[in-house]
């Protein structure tokens, strides 16, 4: 038995057990297998770009084998205003920023502070990470605050989330 495996389905075996999938030129490999022989695997044989994923092994152990939908998480976007942006449109929930006079958040207000995988699509989990003591790796602000803009995406759909009160 090779230690580490792809099945016909595209589920990612290591030592048999189900670790992770492979959807189009992408492996979904979870978190806690994090290892160097797995990444050799993907990236340098099979030539496959890697996601890191915190919940993949036990949603495959629970049976959950409809992988390539059920599994895959879009990756996300934090904006936050721009500094030469209206002050007045800073730390206010949605409502009080249209009762201000201003339109609908402008992209073009906002700078990208992250952009990557958090492992969940749950719009709460995400808050709950970028306010932790351990934040993402890459992301160097100090926290996430009402008026930022969360942007949920994949190849196909991107969706946007005001933070609100």
Excluded at 39 to 58: K, P, T
Excluded at 108 to 123: A, E, H, P, Q
């Amino acid at each position: 038995m090779n230690k580490v495996n792809i099945t016909d389905k595209g589920i990612l075996e290591y030592y048999g057990n189900r670790v992770g999938f492979v959807k189009n030129d992408t492996a979904y490999v979870d978190e806690m297998f994090r290892k160097k022989d797995i990444e050799e695997f993907l990236a340098g044989e099979n030539s496959l770009n890697i996601e890191w994923r915190n919940d993949i092994y036990d949603r495959l152990v629970q049976g959950n084998v409809e992988v390539s939908e059920s599994l895959t998480v879009k990756r996300c976007r934090l904006y936050q205003l721009k500094a030469a942006t209206d002050i007045r449109m800073r730390f206010i929930g949605y409502d009080e920023l249209k009762d201000r006079g201003f339109a609908e958040p402008n992209i073009d207000d906002y700078r990208v502070v992250y952009d990557g995988s958090m492992g969940t699509d749950n719009l709460e989990e995400i808050y709950a990470k970028f306010d932790a003591q351990e934040k993402p790796k890459d992301f160097e602000e100090s926290g996430i605050y009402i008026s930022d803009v969360i942007e949920l995406y994949d190849e196909e759909t991107n969706e946007f989330y005001y933070v609100n009160t």
